[in-house]
T-cell receptor, first 112, second 119 residues
Framework: AQSVSQHNHHVILSEAASLELGCNYS??????LFWYVQYPGQHLQLLLK??????LVKGIKGFEAEFIKSKFSFNLRKPSVQWSDTAEYFC??????????FGSGTRLSIRP | GAVVSQHPSWVICKSGTSVKIECRSL??????MFWYRQFPKQSLMLMAT?????????EQGVEKDKFLINHASLTLSTLTVTSAHPEDSSFYIC???????????????FGNGTRLTVT
């Protein structure tokens, strides 16, 4: 069975700081990886996804993530965060069973 | 496009009663819908996979007799919490995947969630 770990539960940064949120997964087969974001009071939205090909994936709003197969990781990055990036970020893995399993989420707080 | 509507957005019910939550894909057809439960400050926990025209597939530990799922059409899935108890109070979120778009690698579209409070 697949599983996803997000080790950072709460990250606090100042505006313009660089961001990296960790995500590690466990699954024996071919995986597809996702990052979703949930802004306060809103529903989950897809930030980016990895299916195959270039392991460096560009998403919306300046986010990117890198799939490192040897480390079973799919960390989310942004070079310079903004106050509007305050949200909860979920890493997720999809399997051939059509299920998508989510990590525990990382709350990102940006100090203006 | 790809809008998922969930209704109601919040509901308060008395212990022992049943509550139905609807999940509709407004502008696409969804053969598969998923029901998640989110506890405060925790992640989304997949409860079940709802397949149009067939029985739902429940995750381990989820009581299928308590959480009844019906996916009667390509645009509607319902979750009924039967004989609700205070410990069922939670945030329930549905998501849907577009019909015919690849397979498991297509992204999900989420509803806004339903906050259930059982008193």
């Amino acid at each position: 069975a697949q599983s996803v770990s997000q080790h950072n539960h709460h990250v606090i940064l100042s505006e313009a700081a660089s961001l990296e949120l960790g995500c590690n997964y466990s699954y024996g087969g071919t995986v597809n990886l996702f990052w979703y974001v949930q802004y306060p009071g809103q529903h989950l939205q897809l930030l980016l996804k990895y299916f195959s090909g270039d392991p460096l994936v560009k998403g919306i709003k300046g986010f990117e993530a890198e799939f490192i197969k040897s480390k079973f990781s799919f960390n989310l990055r942004k070079p310079s965060v903004q106050w509007s990036d305050t949200a909860e970020y979920f890493c997720a893995v999809g399997s051939s069973a059509s299920k998508i399993i989510f990590g525990s989420g990382t709350r990102l707080s940006i100090r203006p | 496009g790809a809008v998922v509507s969930q209704h109601p957005s919040w509901v308060i019910c008395k212990s022992g009663t049943s509550v139905k939550i609807e999940c509709r894909s407004l502008d696409f057809q969804a053969t598969t819908m998923f029901w998640y439960r989110q506890f405060p400050k925790q992640s989304l926990m997949l409860m079940a996979t709802s397949n149009e025209g067939s029985k739902a597939t429940y995750e381990q530990g989820v009581e299928k007799d308590k959480f009844l799922i019906n996916h009667a059409s390509l645009t509607l899935s319902t979750l009924t919490v039967t004989s609700a108890h205070p410990e069922d109070s939670s945030f329930y979120i549905c998501s849907a995947r577009k019909q015919g778009v690849g397979s498991y690698n297509s992204p999900l579209h989420f509803g806004n969630g339903t906050r259930l409070t059982v008193t």
